[in-house]
């Protein structure tokens, strides 16, 4: 031990302090919002999830068997963290400490970040895994080698989907490997193993895609996507230096296969989230994958090239002054009236509130994934999400929650007024949120609507019909409020917003007893290109639920 923090083991004196550093902010910092949603995940484990494939939650599971706290939901993730910096130290071929300690020192979301339970965490560190074994790889193609590959590839996608952009553009730096059997081996391998997943997307008609690729995709281009997202590219890598970590790693002379790899990672993963701007807004935290690349190709071309390191000198204090400052806040709100990520912040008091308001009975919160996963985590309990149409889904949808409810009386709560008119309010640490009572309570998100054609051409206040298959979720009989009968109807979205809905006359408990069923649909007056929905109206007062994916409606 004491040869461990010897003068000649500073390496090993920094990687430690930064997992102590990363341990002590991990117990005493609150759960975001993401983070509670993925735990809620690991009490659900399987092989996908509407939003991410399962491996955030596989790791919360087992952090959380040893620590029934904040530290167990991210115990998984700060040893990763480590683990990644071992894997980038072990890549480089010409060392250099000191230019290592201070590109990490600029790296101010590496530092907070690397501790938090979302899948971002474990991509990093299993796509430094595959740059690790890909360079093994074209060294040696042994059948080691590239069962490694392929398990690591398998590993990269089912922390998050991004992953195969590293894939594909290491191919495309090394078309070589086209000619290599064994590479197609290790694809082969990667798809057996990746195989669970994709049958429980079959299965659940492929919600991930529907979600990623047409649902959040903007109506028009707005020039504040390409630049937010450059701005935050440049805040990401480092607050200060974000900027020559890149222009450096641009620089960069590369020798060899491995390196052309991160190379064209590097560029072709920036360029492709750059292009998809075009499209919607792209989060900063999207590209988090080349991490490694860009730490290599910066280290390298400064250690190689010789480029100055007189701005990492002349800022690192500074960056890890900020850092602190971030880390205090994370743990202690000594700002209260400035609401930066708020969500770190008096959970405990507010899910306390709510608790003593529902008395015991189940709380449904609507149009929100992070309340009820918070509340559950901080209270223990019964909690569950509706979602609205006019609201994005979320694993909520997908979950066995409901059947739980059905007949109770339950609490349900809204940030939003319009959701619960005229009804019980109460602000606890700036935050406002509804409440009602409703008993008995009745929904059926399980309950989907599935088109017989996926999209539809009709004249301006043409009236058509949509012929529908009919999927029950629920394993148990479907029962019904005596004195509300929900209504099977469906909802417009034009090109910014969701217009009304319209109830429809057809009984969800007549749908339920065909295999089939008919809905007539009144096109928009207005040309243009709209989405449709299925929607159920079934508690009394709130909006319809989503009942079936996106249906696309042109109206020439």
């Known amino acids: 031990m004491i040869r461990f ?7 090993n004196s920094v990687l430690a302090l930064w997992a102590l550093l990363a341990i002590l902010q991990a117990c005493f910092t609150e759960l975001m919002d993401d983070e509670a949603y993925y735990w809620v995940y690991s009490n659900h484990l399987a092989w ?21 706290n904040e530290l167990g939901v991210r115990l998984g993730m700060v040893l990763l963290n480590l683990l990644t910096l071992l894997l980038i130290d072990r890549m480089m071929p010409q060392k250099n400490n000191i230019v290592f300690y201070l590109i990490l020192a600029g790296m101010g979301a590496m530092q907070i970040g690397g501790i938090l339970a979302v899948p971002d965490i474990p991509l990093i560190f299993f796509a430094t895994l595959y740059f690790y074994i890909y360079r093994n790889f074209i060294e040696s193609q042994s059948w080691k080698n590239t069962f490694l590959l392929g398990l690591s590839m398998a590993l990269m996608f089912y922390s998050k989907y991004h992953g195969v952009l590293l894939v594909f553009f290491t191919l495309l730096s090394n078309l070589s490997l086209l000619k290599v059997y064994r590479y197609y081996i290790a694809v082969f391998i990667t798809t057996v193993l990746f195989f669970p997943h994709i049958y429980w997307q079959y299965l659940h008609d492929f919600p991930s895609l529907q979600y990623h690729l047409v649902e959040r995709n903007a109506s028009s281009y707005d020039i504040s996507y390409t630049l937010d997202y450059i701005v935050g590219q440049i805040l990401m890598f480092g607050p200060l230096v974000g900027w020559l970590l890149l222009y450096n790693a641009f620089r960069a002379q590369v020798r060899n296969g491995f390196e052309r790899a991160l190379k064209f990672s590097l560029v072709g993963v920036l360029v492709f989230f750059l292009l998809s701007t075009l499209k919607g807004r792209v989060e900063a935290n999207w590209t988090v994958m080349i991490f490694a690349p860009l730490v290599i190709l910066t280290h390298q071309a400064t250690v190689r090239q010789g480029l100055s390191l007189r701005i ?19 743990v202690w709100d000594f700002v209260p009236n400035v609401e930066i990520r708020p969500e770190i912040h008096h959970n405990r008091e507010w899910t306390n509130a709510v608790a003593a308001k ?25 909690a569950f999400s509706l979602n609205s149409v006019y609201a994005r889904r979320s694993q909520y949808n997908y979950w066995h929650m409901e059947e739980e409810l059905w007949g109770k009386n339950v609490l349900l709560v809204s940030n939003h007024r319009p959701y619960i008119p005229d009804q019980d309010s109460m602000v606890i640490a700036q935050r406002k949120l509804y409440c009602r009572t409703d008993t008995p309570y009745y929904s059926y998100s399980l309950i989907q609507f599935v088109p017989a054609v996926a999209a539809f051409k009709v004249q301006p206040g043409e009236e058509f019909t949509l012929k529908l298959g009919m999927k029950n979720g629920y394993e148990n009989k479907v029962p019904f409020d005596k004195d509300y009968t929900p209504f099977v109807g469906y909802a417009l979205k034009g090109e910014e917003e969701w217009r009304e809905t319209v109830q429809g006359t057809l009984l969800l408990s007549d749908a339920l007893q065909q295999d089939s069923v008919e809905v007539v649909v009144k096109a928009p007056d207005v040309k243009g290109k709209y989405v449709l929905k299925i929607a159920v109206s079934a508690v009394h007062g709130m909006d319809p639920t989503h009942n079936s994916q996106g249906i696309k409606l042109a109206v020439e």
């Open 358 to 382: 529902a008395q015991g009975r189940p709380v449904v919160f609507l149009n929100s994934y992070q309340e009820p996963s918070k509340y559950m985590f901080y209270q223990g309990g019964v």
């Open 48 to 68: 996908g999830y509407f939003d991410h494939p399962p491996m955030v939650a596989l790791l919360i599971k087992g952090g959380y068997l040893l620590f029934h």
């Open 312 to 330: 990492l000198k002349s800022t690192w204090v500074i960056s890890l002054l900020i850092v602190l400052v971030a880390r205090v806040y994370m």
């Open 5 to 11: 923090f010897t003068k000649n083991q500073y390496k």
